[in-house]
């Protein structure tokens, strides 16, 4: 069965350093969402892409946080400086078509605990 | 501003019980209401339902949707200690990029 892959799985990094993680889709699908999900909360959505372009960037914190998909294919997701409240569980999903009607896949997630 | 709310937050209960979970909503342009089930990594699919009052079923769980009272229940019976996960609720709505907007989520413990 086809996933979404994710790397790290977890990654801890000190409070004012840069951290990225990474993201590869299912082949084929358009539509790329990166997720934050603070513990005890259901998931936030961060960013959104269709295709390479963003769609969607209106709760990402532009100051520190920034995300690409410069071919429309994988995707970064980058933290710099990282901040105590960033630690949390980042989830990238991605769905055929960016109206989401044949449903989302998960990866993994990448586990970020800031120190 | 689109808004999902679960209840409960948790539930502790013993194998063999049968259990509800909850799902309200307020939404723009509902499109679809999803349920996933989340063990300690990433939410794993259970149901999508966008019609009113047809049952989706899958072994010992069950989901229906209410679109005029904008709630939707999750069912299990026979519930075993496997099940025991947090259970989110998600509704996708209109708009440009048909958000898919979360809600907090229900722990569920099953004890032996």
């Known amino acids: 069965e086809a996933e979404v892959a994710q790397s790290p799985r977890y990654k801890i990094t000190e409070k004012s350093q840069a951290v990225a993680f990474w993201c590869d889709p299912i082949?084929?699908?358009?539509?790329l969402y990166w997720y934050r999900q603070i513990l005890g909360q259901g998931p936030e959505l961060l960013v959104q892409?269709?295709?390479?372009?963003?769609?969607?960037d209106s709760q990402l914190p532009k100051d520190r946080f920034s995300a690409e998909r410069l071919k429309g294919v994988d995707s970064t997701l980058k933290i710099q400086p990282a901040e105590l409240g960033d630690s949390a569980m980042y989830l990238c999903?991605?769905?055929?078509?960016?109206?989401?009607?044949?449903?989302?896949?998960f990866g993994s997630g990448t586990r970020l605990t800031v120190v | 501003e689109d808004k999902v709310v679960q209840s409960p937050l948790s539930l502790v209960v013993h194998e063999g019980d049968t259990v509800t979970l909850n799902c309200s909503y307020e939404?723009?342009?509902?499109?679809?209401l999803l349920w996933y089930k989340q063990e300690k990594k990433a939410p794993t699919f259970l149901f999508m339902l966008?019609?009113?009052?047809i049952e989706k079923k899958s072994g010992r769980l069950s989901s229906i949707l209410d679109k005029k009272e904008l709630f939707s229940i999750l069912n299990i019976t026979a519930t075993q200690t496997g099940d025991s996960a947090v259970y989110l609720c998600?509704?996708?709505?209109?708009?440009?990029?048909?958000?898919?907007?979360f809600g907090k989520g229900t722990l569920l413990t099953v004890n032996p």
């Open positions: 892409f269709q295709d390479e372009s963003v769609v969607d």
């Open positions: 966008t019609s009113s009052g």
């Open positions: 999903a991605s769905s055929l078509t960016g109206t989401g009607e044949y449903g989302y896949t």
């Open positions: 939404v723009t342009n509902f499109r679809s």
């Open positions: 998600a509704v996708r709505g209109g708009g440009s990029n048909y958000k898919l907007t």
């Open positions: 082949s084929g699908h358009a539509t």
